[in-house]
């Protein structure tokens, strides 16, 4: 909720974060079609970079079912989570999907 005019819904009965009246970068899932996990869904760039991630920890990184190749899940139930990474993988997804006008304010901000 810290990133620039971030919002919460819930869609697809799951908590879900995006830019005001935009897209959406994050989804929350608890155990969502009884699969057991709890996790932190992001876009990321395409299937290249997800199957290379799901190979370098297939424990920590899933294909998140309906969601297509541009979003990796990141399990939360394991413990000992990076949330500093945690942080890192928001931020890179929020600015996949924010307006240029917000993108380029943060970049601003950034330089100082």
């Not at 879900?16 to 009884?34: D, E, I, L, Q, R």
């Not at 395409?46 to 998140?64: K, S, V």
């Not at 890192?88 to 929020?94: D, I, V």
Request: charged share 25%.
């Amino acid at each position: 909720m810290a990133l620039p005019e971030a919002d919460e819904i819930q869609s697809h009965g799951m908590p879900c974060f995006g830019v005001t009246k935009g897209k959406k970068f994050a989804y929350f899932t608890s155990n969502h079609h009884a699969d057991g996990r709890t996790a932190l869904l992001v876009k990321i760039s395409g299937p290249d970079e997800q199957a290379m991630l799901i190979e370098q920890d297939e424990e920590r990184y899933f294909r998140p079912a309906y969601f297509g190749d541009g979003w990796i899940g990141i399990r939360l139930d394991l413990g000992e989570n990076d949330w500093d990474a945690i942080g890192t993988w928001l931020a890179r997804s929020w600015r996949a999907i924010a307006p240029k006008k917000l993108t380029s304010l943060v970049d601003v901000a950034e330089q100082f």
